[in-house]
């Protein structure tokens, strides 16, 4: 019998004990013995020449023992980008000097100017006032498609037009051909707005030197600790990796925003040697507004060729990616590689021509943001192809089916470099159908046209590329890195497991999930195993989590590591039963001589191998495998969503009236993890398309939504509950047939409600879609 | 946060004193605005004099036929208190709707007023109910406190010890709310007390304000539909991220409907 | 100028002299070490902080310590029961998945347990999900929390348990 805790269970999760009775140890919670704290000053400006920088009064205040300048941090490496891009002509990217203290310019709202290390937070921040910096304040570039304007001030001096890159994929002539016969194009100008990630807890980090061992430590808010090491050893020269420990304990959320390699640890870590003491930063909500790296923040024309029928022949696509003043550690390839591929959707596609500008503002970097590119691609495609079907007056879902990639065409190769694995897209959107009582809809239009209001409805069908990746696919694409992950399941003597992974939890809960694939693959109960993750010096190297590849990159990792286990512990039973090792056969943690009732537990085994007394010749001690696992393809995870919404049209604002999302994630191992992980990421997909919106002043650049008073997070009264169901076609090409689960609903949502929206006004409109702009498009008042 | 002594006097006449010998005092009753505004240091008070432990500033009740409220009656304490459920049952929903619950907990209504922020809700009920703002030194009528953006009629160091209502007949808050930090991006509270029609709009504009076209429509025929022919104009009204001075002029007439319909 | 600040923290009487700016949050994490009360925004919108002071829940990075001085301040420590079992509301927590990242958590939960006090007769979605507009979480999408709250309270006043869905 199958182990009540494995692979399948809905088991309550084994971390929220610690965060339920508030003993979760967060970054901010740890304190180092003669610590001090850091306070960073940043520009007031978005474009502006640093004449000068007096530091002698900040000096000489209450508390302060140092005050550092980019002057003083020359010896730091830069920031770094870890993928490079080629634009059409062949050039690489243009990445402009990213130092962690500005020196020559500084070129954001909220770019790092000096660091003030004191004995207290107040006492550092009240020196930091003053600091007196001389600015010759610069004309800005602020506005996505107005960066390439010819005149406009450069953000960089040496990058001309604002251009990191030109970059395209695609059959331009096939694509062109392709709308040469078409019967007819749609077209829309879509704008993906800007977002901020904002997990809830802020970034924060500790640097902490020991001068007897010549080591740094790094308490950090990470999705990654080994990565962060490799950066600030590698390329910002801190310490080389064997001298430095990156931990990042709990973590509040990430959302992409806790992957890259910030400022302020590099700063902090640095200056917790030349002080001699640990240097602690905490950020407050407003710092993490102007300075973690944004999401989204596109600017697209799209046009998408039918046949009379509404075959899709042809899309052809252009993309003005902003990404921000500085390329954050993958800003890169979130709007190429991450975006472009995904343009396909789940339809066959002949052709396809994606063009994409990354250009330069005066704004805060843009990176990866929960779903980073995916998103993007599916709000383009998926408003494309219900903008099609109402103008071709074919029936939307009826329009997709048309086109979909039938279930018996897998593996299906796109025309823009994606062979997805596995999907059964008309299954899914029947069931999405269904469960949306879709057949009901006009009865519940009419009843709400009764009382004055207007009902739309909204399909998307969206698919994701996860998994991420295969290293040497990403690498011919740019990478500069690996996309494997690690994993090591360590055996104590009394029978218990520690497992070790190279990925890190900030919400996915591993620590349940990653225990149920121990007890289904080594029949080891789940409060027999402990999870260990985000400590460099614990853990194996690991590439850390983003783009949904815990499970189906780490955990395939673990799954390798428990049949190394399992191929180890033959061998030791085969000797203490006296049977062939042919003969062992492995189950439900027990190692049994095949049709006899002669067995050993897999803790006896543990036992044998840690107390080798009677034991296999040739075979070494211990039972403690590592296994590292490199996908072969990335996973494609797909769904459906059905966003129904009534709008009130005297006020503009709507109300999502119902919500269905059917998602295929390939074999599921927990279902209440993965229906918390779609509910999470459809409200960020609501909050994008009806609250959110990051606005900065388009003359100063000042950041006019830098607080929860002025960014709308979607809270508990602005969203429903949602009707969740899940359809399993396993991957076909990882050991758990497991595709990835964490950024389905915010890749979805965004295109389901602008789609229900849309029909509800009857015409296109940008997100988000905030009462006041859908009551100017209700009633032609645009803005 | 700057650096300030703290002051917490038992009562108004110490209040007073502590105000008066400081060098920059200044006086905090629930601490909602002023706290959030000393963090993002906007403010740099030498003495913060808080007034939470005045017992003559509490309570709620029936005074002559009218509802009197402490200053430091917390928006918690207004919204379940059964006095002001039974003689304005209007303004307890207002105040079951002013920020969230926390805030609800600590906020008061003497602070609200005092602090005369154009998109706080308390205003609107005050001018529309025609309340009365007792202070240490004097009564204050409704339409001449509230004197423009934060600012009011209190002379310095004056302090709210109460507001007096007359109990209405009808009375109604609707609010369109910011969705990011829930003030009001429009407001409308009307009442009818005595035969006579007020209707108070907050949020619109840079201080509360009559709408005297809809307070005559209104006495002629109380009912939403009199509010149909009106136009509200543009001119004057706040405009900002949230919201254009075109569409909070058509929020102003669509929630003083509403509050309309609400009021019965 | 420190103020004396007396507080009674989870049954447990403590004094301190501290800094008339010092916020009763930075109070309760620093000075005394209770890092389960969190600080997830600067202008009082996230709930991250909240804590029951007098038994009404309050965000603590918008009130000082010294303006707590003379109060009962519960934290999310002081809500589990002395032999460490958890309190209802926290049970339903982990019962429905209600927390992801574990952040948002401390201030939503303990924000929960007073919306439930202060609706003995039980409370439908509607009512939860306004109730909770002082907490933001930004994993859960908050259907669990919702389901959790109104689980948690059911249990809080001895309602039999609903059917699961």
């Not at chain 1, 339920?20 to 901010?28: E, H, M, S, V």
């Not at chain 1, 990445?95 to 962690?100: D, E, K, L, V, W």
């Not at chain 1, 029949?523 to 189906?552: C, N, W």
Request: net charge negative; proline share 5%; aromatic share 8%.
């Amino acid at each position: 019998m199958a182990p009540l805790d494995g692979i399948g269970a809905s088991l309550r999760r084994k971390e929220d004990q610690r965060f339920l009775t508030g003993k979760g140890r967060y970054t901010d919670d740890f304190n180092r013995h003669g610590q001090l704290h850091a306070y960073f000053l940043r520009s007031p400006h978005a474009h502006a020449r640093i004449r000068g920088i007096d530091t002698g009064r900040a000096k000489a205040a209450p508390g302060v023992v140092d005050v550092f300048t980019g002057a003083d941090t020359k010896a730091i490496g830069g920031l770094i980008c870890g993928w490079m891009i080629t634009s059409k002509d062949g050039t690489p990217m243009k990445a402009g000097s990213h130092r962690p203290l500005a020196e020559d310019k500084v070129r954001y709202v909220g770019d790092h100017v000096a660091i003030v290390i004191a004995e207290t937070y107040n006492e550092a921040k009240d020196a930091a006032e003053l600091i007196d910096v001389d600015y010759d304040v610069l004309t800005a570039v602020v506005v996505t498609d107005k960066a390439r304007a010819p005149g406009a001030p450069l953000v960089h001096d040496e990058i001309a037009k604002n251009t990191c890159y030109e970059w395209s994929l695609g059959d331009k002539a096939a694509t062109d051909a392709a709308f040469a016969k078409a019967a007819h194009v749609t077209k829309l100008d879509i704008v993906n707005n800007r977002l901020v990630p904002n997990a809830i807890e802020p970034r924060a980090a500790i640097g902490d030197y020991d001068s007897g061992m010549d080591s740094f430590t790094l308490y950090t808010t990470s999705q990654n600790p080994h990565v962060a090491r490799l950066v600030l050893s590698a390329f910002n020269g801190i310490a080389p990796e064997h001298k430095l420990r990156v931990i990042a304990p709990d973590v509040g959320g990430g959302f992409g925003s806790k992957i890259f390699i910030y400022a302020e640890e590099t700063v902090c870590l640095w200056a917790s040697k030349q002080v001699g003491r640990p240097v602690k930063w905490t950020g407050d909500r407003s710092e993490a507004f102007l300075a973690d790296a944004h999401g989204r923040d596109h600017v697209t024309t799209a046009e998408m060729a039918m046949a009379r029928d509404g075959t899709i022949l042809g899309l052809r696509v252009h993309t003005t990616a902003n990404l921000g003043a500085y390329l954050s550690t993958f800003a890169s390839c979130v709007p190429t590689y991450l975006y472009a591929p995904l343009l396909s959707g789940q339809y066959r596609i002949p052709a396809i021509y994606a063009e994409v500008d990354g250009v330069y503002t005066n704004t805060a970097p843009v990176d990866a943001y929960r779903g980073a590119g995916r998103p993007e691609a599916t709000f383009v495609i998926e408003r494309m192809v219900e903008t099609a079907a109402r103008e071709m007056k074919i029936d939307p879902a009826e329009f997709r089916r048309r086109n979909f990639v039938p279930a018996d065409a897998f593996p299906y190769q796109t025309p823009v470099i994606m062979t997805y694995d596995s999907g059964q897209y008309h299954k899914v959107l029947d069931e999405a159908l269904t469960l949306s009582d879709y057949a009901g809809f006009p009865a519940r239009k009419a009843e709400s046209a009764a009382r004055g209001k207007l009902r739309g409805i909204g399909f998307c069908s969206y698919i994701e590329a996860c998994g991420i990746a295969p290293s040497a696919a990403v690498g011919s694409l740019g990478a500069g890195v690996g996309l494997w992950e690690s994993a090591k399941v360590r055996f104590n003597p009394t029978g218990n497991v520690l497992l070790y992974t190279g990925s890190h939890q900030h919400g996915q809960g591993h620590e349940t999930t990653f225990a149920q694939l121990i007890s289904t693959y080594l029949g080891v109960p789940t409060d027999q195993v402990e999870v260990i993750h985000g400590d460099t010096e614990k853990t194996p190297f690991g590439m850390g989590t983003y783009g949904s590849r815990s499970l189906a990159v780490g955990g395939s990792a673990i799954v390798k590591a428990c049949e190394k286990v399992i191929e180890k512990g033959r061998k030791i039973a085969a000797h203490l039963l006296e049977a062939a090792e042919g003969d062992i056969e492995f189950k439900d943690g027990k190692f049994t001589v095949a049709g006899t009732d002669r067995a050993k537990s897999i803790q006896e085994i543990a036992f044998a191998a840690y107390v080798p007394h009677n034991y296999p010749q040739g075979v070494e001690p211990g039972l403690e495998e590592s296994a590292f696992y490199d996908p072969v393809n990335f996973t494609f995870p797909s769904g459906t969503q059905v966003c129904e919404v009534e709008i009130d049209p005297d006020t503009g604002v709507t109300t999502i009236v119902n919500f269905v999302a059917i998602d295929d994630f390939g074999k599921i191992i927990n279902p209440m993890i993965v229906e918390g992980q779609v509910h999470g990421g459809i409200v960020q997909g609501i909050g994008q398309a009806l609250l959110e919106n990051a606005v900065y002043d388009p003359e100063s650049g000042q950041l006019l939504t830098g607080s929860y008073m002025d960014y709308t997070m979607p809270r508990a009264d602005d969203v429903p509950s949602f009707k969740v169901g899940l359809v399993e076609t396993p991957c076909p090409h990882n050991p758990l047939g497991v595709k990835g689960c964490g950024e389905a609903g915010a890749i979805a949502a965004p295109a389901s409600v602008m789609n229900a929206v849309t029909d509800a006004i009857g015409k296109h409109m940008q997100m988000p879609a905030t009462p006041e702009r859908v009551w100017r498009a209700i009633h032609g008042t645009a803005v | 946060m700057y650096s300030f002594d703290y002051h917490k006097p038992a009562s108004l006449s110490d209040a007073a004193a502590l105000l008066g010998k400081a060098e920059e005092g200044k006086l905090m009753a629930g601490g909602q605005t002023l706290i959030p505004t000393l963090k993002q240091r906007l403010a740099r008070p030498t003495d913060l004099i808080d007034l939470g432990a005045i017992a003559e500033l509490k309570g709620i009740k029936e005074e002559g036929g009218a509802l009197v409220i402490g200053a430091m009656a917390r928006h918690a304490d207004v919204a379940a208190s059964d006095v002001v459920k039974r003689m304005i049952p209007g303004l307890a929903d207002l105040a079951d709707n002013i920020g969230d619950a926390q805030v609800r907990n600590r906020g008061t209504i003497g602070g609200s007023i005092a602090n005369s922020d154009p998109a706080a809700d308390y205003p609107s009920a005050i001018v529309a109910l025609n309340a009365t703002v007792h202070t240490v030194k004097r009564t204050i009528a409704a339409d001449a406190f509230f004197t423009g953006m934060f600012e009011t009629a209190l002379e310095e160091g004056e302090i709210i010890t109460a507001i007096r209502f007359p109990r209405a007949e009808k009375a109604a808050y609707a609010k369109f709310r910011n969705p990011a930090s829930r003030y009001a991006v429009v407001g409308a509270f009307v009442a009818r007390t005595g035969g006579s029609v007020r209707v108070a709009i907050t949020g619109a504009a840079p201080s509360v304000f009559r709408w005297t076209e809809a307070e005559a429509a209104l006495s002629a025929n109380w009912s939403a539909a009199a509010i149909d022919g009106l136009s509200v104009k543009a001119d004057g009204l706040n405009a900002d991220i949230h919201a254009s001075a075109d569409y909070r002029a058509n929020l102003v007439k669509v929630m003083t409907k509403r509050a309309v319909l609400a009021a019965g | 100028m420190t103020v004396s600040v007396s507080i009674t923290v989870n049954g447990k009487p403590v004094t301190r002299q501290v800094e008339g700016r010092t916020l009763l949050v930075q109070f309760l994490r620093e000075t005394l070490g209770l890092t389960g009360t969190h600080v997830g925004c600067d202008t009082s919108q996230c709930g991250a902080c909240v804590v029951h002071v007098d038994g009404r829940s309050v965000k603590s990075c918008t009130l000082l310590a010294a303006q707590a001085d003379g109060c009962a301040v519960t934290t999310i420590e002081g809500l589990a029961a002395a032999d460490g079992a958890l309190h209802p509301m926290q049970a339903a927590f982990r019962e429905h998945h209600a927390l992801q990242c574990g952040f948002c958590t401390p201030g939503m939960v303990m924000s929960a347990v007073d919306l439930a006090n202060r609706h003995p007769g039980g409370m439908d979605e509607t009512t939860v999900r306004e109730g909770l507009e002082g907490n933001i979480c930004r994993c859960t999408g908050y259907h669990n929390i919702v389901k959790a709250v109104i689980a948690g309270a059911d249990t809080m006043r001895g309602a039999p348990a609903k059917a699961a869905e």
